[in-house]
């Protein structure tokens, strides 16, 4: 390995066995580890026996350090760049080293191996052949609706991110923008306590409310838009007529609005939005 190159290097994201012997060869030749954490990632090194310089590469100090990793790459140093756990600049830090690296020449080299996105998807039953990765979901209660309501439509898995002390809003807002739609919560992925939860965002909300707290990495995912709540959008007079009829059999007026947007697959604020769009008979 001669000349200055960036190597970035997946890591385990819980089980420290998930890690590939190119990213121990790695990690042993690099002059220098950058990471999010040095303790955390001293405890992977230490595990493996590998004894090399590291130093923080975090959201806070990323634009003096990435300088300070440049001028390194260009005067011929070796750097692995590893995030706390998981494939780096995947939501962690690393985007303005990269970009400088590739500006600067230095030949940039991604080792693969452990990500937990990946990971959530292969095992979530949800369909796999297209999805769209966000990130963490915005942790105010405004942004974060609007984020939602904008997957109304997506016809892809939807994959987030989510700490765990937010969890129950966040499944409460995404019944609320896009109703019974089937969601995977993975929890601990790889971890002893490693936990899947399939069902709707209301059928998961009430299963973790029912614990005394939540803890662990999570990773959200939302199946896509339904063919019957496509189909239901087209047809407002339809959801009128069904409202009604539910009223007639004895529900209240929000009560049978909730049984139909449950029946139909529907958001209630969609379905609020079709029934003032349908024409009165």
């Known amino acids: 390995m001669g000349g200055g190159r960036l190597y970035l290097v997946a890591t385990p994201i819980g089980n420290l066995e998930d890690i590939t012997l190119r990213a121990l060869r790695i990690l042993r030749e690099a ?10 990632t001293r405890k992977l090194l230490e595990h493996y026996g590998i004894q090399k310089p590291t130093v923080s590469y975090h959201e806070h100090n990323e634009a003096a350090r990435a300088e ?4 390194r790459l260009q005067e011929g ?11 780096p600049l995947v939501s962690d830090p690393g985007y303005r080293l990269v970009r400088k690296a590739i500006e600067q020449g230095i030949p940039v080299e991604p080792i693969p191996g452990p990500s937990a996105l990946l990971a959530a998807l292969s095992a979530s039953g949800l369909p796999t052949d297209s999805f769209r990765f966000c990130g963490f979901l915005p942790a105010r209660p405004g942004p974060r609706r609007k984020a939602l309501a904008a997957l109304q439509h997506e016809q892809a898995t939807a994959i987030f991110y989510e700490a765990p002390h937010r969890i129950l809003e ?13 969601v995977v919560l993975a929890r601990e992925i ?21 614990r005394r707290g939540v803890k662990g990495e999570i990773t959200l995912l939302i199946g896509k838009a339904g063919a019957e709540a496509e189909a239901a959008r087209a047809a407002p007079e339809d959801l ?15 009560e049978a ?14 379905l609020y939005r079709l029934l003032a769009e349908a024409p009165r008979r």
């Open 190 to 210: 790889t971890k002893l306590h490693q936990e899947f939860l399939r069902g709707t965002a209301a059928e998961l909300r009430q299963a973790l409310a029912a």
């Open 31 to 40: 002059d220098l580890v950058a990471c999010e954490d040095t303790r955390q």
């Open 77 to 87: 140093a070796r750097v692995a760049l590893v995030c706390d756990a998981g494939t």
């Open 170 to 182: 966040a499944l409460a807002d995404i019944e609320e923008a896009l109703g019974p739609r089937p």
């Open 240 to 254: 009128r007529e069904e409202v009604e009829a539910a009223i007639s059999a004895g529900l209240g007026r929000m």
């Open 257 to 270: 609005i909730k049984e139909v947007a449950r029946r139909r697959g529907l958001p209630k604020r969609e």
């Open 68 to 71: 300070e990793l440049a001028a």
